[in-house]
């Protein structure tokens, strides 16, 4: 039967909301799963398209933002080195062509590791707890849910993104119009 895995040592609710948060976690890895690197980093057919790279750097970045926001601390300088920022000048940062899938989905993946940590000592009641979002206040609650929609969101980016890429490479044999 397809459900939520709900089995860790968290409150109820708590592990309902990181169960959704997981399963959109898990999809998006299945989904970027094998791809080689040209297709990693490629940016569309124009050119002008957020590659998966940077799709993927942007979650990471997003995920750890709101993992500190929920734990009530700034990102530590260190890991806003490595992870930030998010947006420069309004767009996706660029990654550097030479960096593997592999670095990027490991440091994801410590993301989502300090995710879990942090939703273990979270209380159902502290679901309700309101934390800065945007210069608003949103609850922890909304706020797991937000990071497992937007995941779901950049999935469909990075399938778009494999789609034109297959349409390009087949374009490039002679097979088909490329777009």
Known sequence: MIDFKTQYDMAPNVALFYAMVEENYLRFMKGVE????DEFHFKGLEGT?????QLIKHLAYTDLAWN?????SAIPDDLE????????NGKLP?????TPIHTLLDQYDLV????KETCVRLSDEDL???????GKEATIRWGLWHIADHNRYHQAHIHLMKKWYKEKTFA????????
Not at 112 to 115: D, R
Not at 128 to 134: L, Q, R
Not at 172 to 179: H, N, R, V
């Open 34 to 37: 094998g791809i080689a690197k």
């Open 49 to 53: 398209e957020n590659s998966i790279a």
């Open 94 to 98: 660029s990654v550097d062509c030479q």
């Open 81 to 88: 080195q490595i992870y930030g920022p998010s947006e420069e």
């Open 172 to 179: 490039s044999f002679g097979f088909g119009k490329g777009k």
């Open 128 to 134: 309700s707890k309101g934390v800065s979002y945007e």
């Open 112 to 115: 989502m590791t300090e995710l």
């Open 68 to 72: 500190y926001r929920i734990r009530g």
